[in-house]
């Protein structure tokens, strides 16, 4: 019986406590980073909008968390050196996000590529982190996919909105929920969904976009090139995607 309110506390802190603290937290640091002259786009500040996003990237992996695992200890395996490095990862990909409302001319241009670089850079670190010191843990996953997912849609939304990268250079973003909807549309019609294919040449592919898109971000950068490559890295993305669905679905036989 004495399990069942502590198991209530610890999913009312990582789904309400931790993401407005977390979210207020980043908004108060940035509304002293940002200059004022990099808040005057749609009347919005860069600093709420990463304080919302990073809030709803920490709801998102704390939603749904299977209260059995909610054991002793819980609070102190969030907070344990591997999901430190993932948290700060999720704040860095919040940062780019808030230069969404932020206009191309600011002072800041520099930041985005920055943030998402270091991000990029801690994405491996974490795991690393979780299997040499043995706390690998199902928030750390959840909060590695979530991060992971949102990166790959806030930084290429900026660089799009800035005119670094073309519109449909979005569609690597929609990818990955348009897959996952039409999975969870099979099941939800009880229609069979195989296993995934081995995921080595996701990876890859997903590290080549990151770096792609990282340098993109980089003012020194020339806009004509970036354009020009744009087709050559985001086809075999999307190629994976289509080929995962034909696996998954059964129209494609996974041969290893």
Same mark, same amino acid.
């Given at each position: 019986?004495?399990?069942?309110?502590?198991?209530?506390?610890?999913?009312?802190?990582?789904?309400?406590?931790?993401?407005?603290?977390?979210?207020?937290?980043?908004?108060?640091?940035?509304?002293?980073?940002?200059?004022?002259?990099?808040?005057?786009?749609?009347?919005?500040?860069?600093?709420?909008?990463?304080?919302?996003?990073?809030?709803?990237?920490?709801?998102?992996?704390?939603? &749904? /968390?299977?209260? =059995?695992? !909610?054991? $002793? *200890?819980?609070?102190? #395996?969030? %907070?344990?050196?591997?999901?430190? @490095?993932?948290?700060?990862?999720?704040?860095?990909?919040?940062?780019?996000?808030?230069?969404?409302?932020?206009?191309?001319?600011?002072?800041?241009?520099?930041?985005?590529?920055?943030?998402?670089?270091?991000?990029?850079?801690?994405?491996?670190?974490?795991?690393?982190?979780?299997?040499?010191?043995?706390?690998?843990?199902?928030?750390?996953?959840?909060?590695?996919?979530?991060?992971?997912?949102?990166?790959?849609?806030?930084?290429?939304?900026?660089?799009?909105?800035?005119?670094?990268?073309?519109?449909?250079?979005?569609?690597?973003?929609?990818?990955?929920?348009?897959?996952?909807?039409?999975?969870?549309?099979?099941?939800?019609? &009880? /229609?069979?969904? =195989?296993? !995934?294919? $081995? *995921?080595?040449?996701? #990876?890859? %592919?997903?590290?080549?976009?990151? @770096?792609?898109?990282?340098?993109?971000?980089?003012?020194?950068?020339?806009?004509?090139?970036?354009?020009?490559?744009?087709?050559?890295?985001?086809?075999?993305?999307?190629?994976?995607?289509?080929?995962?669905?034909?696996?998954?679905?059964?129209?494609?036989?996974?041969?290893?």
């Amino acid at each position: 019986m004495a399990e069942a309110p502590q198991r209530r506390s610890v999913h009312v802190g990582v789904g309400i406590g931790l993401p407005l603290v977390a979210a207020g937290a980043l908004a108060v640091l940035l509304f002293r980073l940002f200059p004022a002259d990099a808040m005057v786009r749609w009347g919005l500040s860069p600093a709420v909008v990463a304080g919302v996003c990073w809030a709803g990237q920490l709801w998102y992996a704390g939603y &749904g /968390l299977d209260p =059995g695992g !909610l054991a $002793d *200890g819980f609070w102190r #395996r969030l %907070l344990g050196l591997a999901n430190a @490095v993932t948290l700060a990862r999720g704040a860095l990909y919040a940062v780019v996000a808030g230069f969404v409302v932020v206009p191309p001319s600011t002072s800041l241009a520099w930041g985005p590529a920055l943030c998402y670089g270091a991000g990029v850079a801690l994405d491996n670190l974490d795991g690393a982190v979780a299997r040499t010191v043995g706390r690998e843990t199902e928030i750390g996953r959840r909060l590695d996919m979530a991060f992971d997912t949102f990166g790959f849609v806030a930084a290429p939304l900026v660089a799009v909105l800035w005119g670094l990268l073309p519109a449909w250079y979005l569609s690597i973003s929609a990818a990955r929920y348009v897959f996952r909807g039409a999975v969870w549309l099979r099941r939800v019609r &009880g /229609l069979p969904v =195989g296993d !995934l294919p $081995d *995921g080595d040449l996701s #990876r890859y %592919l997903a590290g080549v976009q990151m @770096v792609f898109v990282t340098v993109a971000l980089l003012p020194p950068t020339p806009t004509e090139l970036v354009w020009a490559l744009a087709p050559v890295v985001l086809a075999p993305s999307l190629a994976v995607f289509t080929r995962d669905y034909l696996v998954v679905t059964g129209r494609l036989s996974d041969r290893r």
